[in-house]
């Protein structure tokens, strides 16, 4: 049995800056029709069914133009969903999935062809076991690598931040940019001078790396307003402004404690307590992005 995910708030607070034009939301999943693209039978929690349209009506009403689909583990390898809202929205969508180890070579160039641009690998583990069941980790990414190289891909590593000081000698020979999710997805209890968050700042100062400066409501306190992610986001920021972009993570599963689901109109108003000029701005939402996910031209 698994637990039925709540849905996400319906009431966005209002943005308060300027979004610059062509802005992307770079992490949101999208799950069903489920009589076309069932979930996974072994999963760690039950989304509801959220479609392509209702993405869109989110990217509306925080005033965005263009996001990234990734493939939630309770998809298993079944990346269905995620190529059917590419094709509805070849010029706003670009895709992250989950890929079977005996993927063929046809079926990723078909899949490069509809907008995907990198797979995503499950390496989050609490005391060496899986945090979630489904998704595919290392032994995937090693024989599949050379295919990524090909088409240009990235690989999207969902990890602890103080793992990756164990996990970089297997992950940096592979020679493909290495997308680390929700900044490590480090609760900011474990503090600032973390040695596997100092870590991740390092590999992203020395551009051996990418960080999405995402899921403040998964690492933070939603009671403080998140204050607590502040000098961590800041401090990624500062080491590399280039290599960074940032998602809402929309619609937020596997919540199940309404005060807790976010507000995703305060969660892009982080970005002002983040970042003060314009054009920094408009590098982490526009620019490296279309530069990441080899978005066409406005």
């Excluded at 790396?209 to 990624?236: C, H, N, Q, T």
Aim: charged share 20%.
């Amino acid at each position: 049995m698994t637990r039925n995910c709540l849905p996400p708030r319906a009431d966005y607070s209002s943005v308060n800056f300027s979004v610059p034009a062509g802005a992307c939301d770079s992490h949101v999943h999208i799950f069903g029709p489920f009589s076309e693209f069932p979930l996974a039978e072994d999963r760690s929690y039950t989304p509801q069914e959220f479609l392509p349209d209702q993405f869109i009506t989110h990217l509306d009403r925080i005033g965005f133009t263009r996001g990234v689909l990734v493939t939630a583990s309770v998809c298993g390898t079944n990346n269905g969903s995620l190529l059917q809202g590419l094709e509805k929205y070849p010029d706003r969508f670009r895709g992250v999935v989950v890929p079977d180890i005996n993927v063929t070579d046809q079926e990723l160039d078909r899949w490069h062809a509809l907008g995907v641009r990198g797979a995503r690998f499950n390496l989050l583990q609490i005391d060496g076991k899986p945090m979630y069941r489904n998704g595919v980790g290392l032994e995937v990414l090693k024989k599949l690598a050379p295919k990524f190289a090909e088409r240009g891909w990235h690989a999207q590593i969902w990890a602890h931040a103080p793992d990756l000081p164990e996990l970089a000698p297997q992950l940096l020979p592979l020679g493909l940019p290495l997308v680390i999710d929700h900044m490590g997805r480090m609760n900011t209890s474990h503090g600032f001078n973390n040695p596997g968050f100092q870590f991740l700042c390092r590999l992203l100062a020395e551009g051996k790396g990418w960080v999405k400066i995402s899921g403040a409501d998964r690492i933070g306190d939603v009671s403080k307003g998140y204050e607590d992610v502040d000098p961590f986001a800041k401090a990624l920021l500062a080491a590399n402004p280039e290599n960074i972009v940032w998602g809402t993570d929309w619609p937020h599963i596997n919540y199940f404690d309404s005060a807790l689901v976010p507000d995703d109109g305060k969660l892009v108003n982080l970005l002002s307590r983040w970042i003060d000029q314009p054009k920094d701005l408009e590098r982490v939402l526009v620019v490296n992005p279309a530069r990441l996910y080899d978005f066409p031209k406005l």
